[in-house]
């Protein structure tokens, strides 16, 4: 099992994820990081404020840059 860290990144600023998640693969990571970007896009729209520059930065417990996932990428 691997420790990931969710940051999110955006044109204008990084929200870093402090706890993290395990995870027993990248996919089961970069699956739970699909469903979080749409409930945040979902969050975005009820407020009339959506920002098309957001994304995923994943990270492992290494503190390795393993994956990115743009939040547009999460509704396709």
């Known amino acids: 099992m691997t420790?990931?860290?969710f940051h999110i990144r955006s044109r204008t600023e990084r929200?870093?994820?402090?706890e993290g998640a395990d995870f027993d693969t990248?996919?089961?990571a970069m699956t739970e990081a699909r469903l979080a970007?749409?409930?945040i896009l979902a969050e975005d729209l009820r407020k009339g404020q959506v920002d098309k520059t957001r994304l995923f930065e994943i990270f492992n417990e290494r503190g390795e840059l393993v994956a990115r996932l743009p939040f547009k990428d999460a509704i396709n």
């Open 15 to 18: 929200i870093e994820d402090r």
């Open 26 to 28: 990248l996919e089961a």
């Open 37 to 39: 970007a749409r409930e």
């Open 3 to 5: 420790h990931y860290f």
